[in-house]
């Protein structure tokens, strides 16, 4: 009897890699998934953060894949290992802070090692020729290959067609002819695949599941690094970067400006890690303060935080100032009008 031979899914959460593991069991193959968590993920933050977002489903699309496909899902936290990737991209970023050819690389790697660790004959991915304009193109798929020490045991199930052989179509463990030569960035294969498969309510590709294909939040992290002379971060950093209206009056101090309930409750979490202000005389948002303050600086971020209360048409308004959870100061100050909140301030 043949050996059954057994492959490691990169499983993202999206359609492609849900299809490329269905190919793979369609032919026989063991499939064990694997999803690697960076900390910038989409998926679950802000959903579960911000009320508007209440409807939404909050659930772990890499999971649920995983259970449509009836599969063992391995999620492996790379926060650490990724910071590299992030701060030093050989291949540089993307249109924005994405960097995504090396982040490529680095998972697939990553899978590689553990298949090797586990007794895996070789790696799959969802990859489509086209889609993404850094990451898939027909001259980088082999770079990745390369890179990272997959080598032919990478498997594009969904392009397969429109590239070399790989290990697993030369050694007859899967059949070449019942593998797709899809490309571009069109969706319409893969979606009349899913239906073909009998998939419905799988998550709808807009851009990527990272935050950092996102210009707003790529401007964020740019301004963190500048702020602190250095790239660096931790994962409460990546958090906050995705929650409240972000303003930097001063060089050397930010304001987190909470922008409803579910981001205040949030946000109350980190109330003895920074000074906060909030407004006492009328409903208005908990406001973080990241960095160093001086002799004004407290009045400035005071007249920010009014201007966005239920007061903010008020002659003034009564903020209070903690520093560690305890009140270190009350400042009554009228509000700024629309047109003084600079800008330039806003990150």
Not at 55 to 84: C, M, T
Not at 158 to 184: H, I, M
Not at 220 to 248: C, N, P, Q
Request: net charge neutral.
């Amino acid at each position: 009897m043949a050996t059954q031979r057994k492959a490691v899914a990169l499983i993202s959460g999206g359609l492609d890699s849900l299809l490329a593991a269905k190919v793979m069991l369609e032919q026989g193959i063991h499939v064990e998934g694997i999803n690697f968590y960076t900390g910038f993920c989409v998926e679950g933050h802000t959903h579960a953060i911000r009320k508007k977002d209440k409807a939404k489903p909050k659930r772990n699309n890499a999971l649920w894949s995983a259970e449509q496909l009836g599969i063992k899902l391995h999620i492996i936290d790379v926060i650490e290992e990724y910071k590299d990737v992030l701060i030093n991209p050989k291949h540089g970023y993307g249109q924005n802070m994405n960097p995504c050819l090396d982040c490529k690389v680095f998972m697939v790697g990553k899978a590689k090692e553990w298949a090797d660790e586990n007794g895996f004959d070789f790696i799959i991915t969802g990859e489509v020729i086209g889609q993404r304009p850094m990451s898939q193109r027909k001259e980088t798929m082999p770079v990745i290959s390369r890179e990272s020490g997959a080598d032919d045991r990478l498997l594009r199930p969904l392009c397969a067609q429109n590239l070399p052989e790989t290990l697993p179509e030369k050694e007859g463990w899967v059949n070449r002819d019942e593998l797709y030569g899809f490309s571009g960035r069109t969706r319409k294969p893969q979606m009349a695949l899913a239906e073909k498969f009998g998939f419905v309510d799988y998550a709808q590709p807009a851009g990527g599941c990272c935050f950092l294909t996102d210009k707003a939040y790529s401007v964020k992290l740019t301004d963190l690094w500048a702020s602190r002379g250095k790239k660096e971060y931790e994962i409460d950093d990546i958090m906050l970067l995705k929650v409240g209206r972000h303003f930097r009056p001063k060089p050397h101090f930010k304001l987190i400006v909470a922008r409803e309930e579910g981001e205040n409750n949030f946000l109350q979490g980190y109330r003895k890690q920074f000074i906060t202000l909030r407004t006492m005389s009328h409903k208005g948002p908990l406001t973080l303060l990241d960095g160093t303050i001086e002799d004004d600086d407290l009045e400035l971020a005071a007249k920010i935080v009014a201007r966005f209360s239920q007061g903010r048409d008020a002659d003034t308004v009564d903020v209070e100032v903690a520093e560690l959870g305890e009140v270190i100061k009350n400042i009554s100050v009228k509000p700024f009008a629309v047109d003084e909140i600079q800008e330039a301030w806003r990150v």
